[in-house]
Every structure is written in structure tokens, then in C-alpha cells.
């Protein structure tokens, strides 16, 4: 079956540090992969997404490219802030499906100091 | 932008009580989805819809929940009775799902954290 398996957490930088935060997937079909964000006392929040092999997403500095040949979605970013402490999910959808079910990894909180 | 709108944001009551979770999906948006987050768990499909007509609710409790969608406009989440171990942050999402166009991300609400005493 599909599902998502990304670091475990938490995951504490200084500011302007580089962050990678692990994601590898599985799946019977061809999915497409998703990042997601979650702030404190807020849903989740789509980061960047890529809907196909060596596709690289991005958005607010961060980056994900889609591996195929190591089923991988890892989320990087050069220099993060503050702002940027939140819980992060890998997801990803099979595309071969109507369903239109995300399967989410477990999520793992980043937590950014000055 | 439009949001997918969950009521109430907060929830307190004690063991027992009914808990009715409200929520209106992005206008056009044909499959609607509730999870369930907690710390143990993280987060948890419960049950969704298409069209109104539920598609799958097997992460759900079939004991003490109900899932509904009276029109395209509400989805609800009951709860009856409630007990503490379903304190938690429900959400509810919304999405657009086609045939073979299934890679359409998800808007999510912004939770409804619920504490049973």
C-alpha cells in the first residue's frame, strides 16, 4: 500500500542554518508529493508540491525535488528563521487513484532559535 | 483566498455530552475529509466524502461517531457520547477530485480542538 516515512523529530537550528528534513515514500502507483506546513494552532498548510519524477518544488526558500530511483521527497532550506518553527508532513497522493486520499508521514517538528 | 471554515475552533465539555464539529468545504470542491490529530497519533483519517456520498469512514468509530453531509455547503462530525480519549484537534479539508486527476492538494480548516473533562 502507499504511505510515508519521513526523520523523527524534533529538529532544533539556529537561525540561517541548513535544514534537510527526510522523506521517502511508497507506493503502488505513481504518486504526486506534497509538503506540508502546520503553525501552532493552525491547520495544515500546502508548502510546495511536485507531480513528477526529478520535478523540484518550491516556495518561501524552501525546496523538494521529486527522486524516483530512491522513492524520496526531502525538504531542504538554506538559511531558516524563526518563522519558520513549525510541524512539517511529506504527503503524497496516488495519482492513479480517484480517491483523492493523502497519505501523511508522522510529521516532524523544527523548532528555530535566534 | 478561499478557506475551508471550521466551528466551533474550541470545544470544552464533559464525558457524556453530545459534540457536533461543523464544516463548510471551498465553494466547488467535491470530496471533503476529516482527520484526527493528536500527540500519540498524529494525524488520522477518519472518514470522507465525495459528492456528499461518504467513499470510505473505516478510521472512524462506528460506536460513538457519526459523519454526515446534509448539503454541499456543511459536513458535520458527531460525537455521542464523548469520552476523553477523543481530545483531540479535528479538521476538517476539502478538495477537488476528478476522474484520473487525483493530484489535486488538499485545503485544510483551521481545527476544532476538542477537551473532554
Known amino acids: 500500500g502507499d504511505s510515508v516515512t519521513q526523520m523523527e523529530g524534533p529538529v532544533t537550528l539556529s537561525e540561517e542554518a541548513f535544514l534537510t528534513i527526510n522523506c521517502t515514500y511508497t507506493a503502488t502507483g505513481y504518486p504526486s508529493l506534497f509538503w506540508y506546513v502546520q503553525y501552532p494552532g493552525e491547520g495544515l498548510q500546502l508548502l510546495l508540491k511536485?507531480?513528477?519524477?526529478?520535478d523540484k518544488g518550491s516556495n518561501k526558500g524552501f525546496e523538494a525535488t521529486y527522486r524516483k530511483e530512491t522513492t524520496s521527497f526531502h525538504l531542504e532550506k538554506g538559511s531558516v528563521q524563526v518563522s519558520d518553527s513549525a510541524v512539517y508532513f511529506c504527503a503524497l497522493i496516488d495519482r492513479g487513484s480517484t480517491l483523492g486520499r493523502l497519505y501523511f508521514g508522522r510529521g516532524t517538528q523544527l523548532t528555530v532559535w535566534p | 483566498d478561499a478557506r475551508v471554515t471550521q466551528t466551533p475552533r474550541h470545544k470544552v465539555t464533559e464525558m457524556g455530552q453530545e459534540v457536533t464539529m461543523r464544516c463548510q468545504p471551498i465553494l466547488g470542491h467535491n470530496t471533503v475529509f476529516w482527520y484526527r490529530q493528536t500527540m500519540m497519533q498524529g494525524l488520522e483519517l477518519l472518514a470522507y466524502f465525495r459528492n456528499r456520498a461518504p467513499l470510505d469512514d473505516s478510521g472512524m468509530p462506528k460506536d460513538r461517531f457519526s459523519a454526515e453531509m446534509p448539503d454541499a455547503t456543511l459536513a458535520t462530525l458527531k460525537i455521542q457520547p464523548s469520552e476523553p480519549r477523543d481530545s483531540a484537534v479535528y479538521f476538517c479539508?476539502?478538495?477537488?477530485?476528478?476522474?484520473?486527476?487525483?493530484?489535486?492538494?488538499?485545503?485544510f480548516g483551521d481545527g476544532t480542538r476538542l477537551s473532554i473533562l
Open positions: 511536485a507531480t513528477k519524477a526529478d
Open positions: 479539508a476539502s478538495g477537488l477530485v476528478h476522474q484520473g486527476q487525483a493530484h489535486q492538494p488538499q485545503h
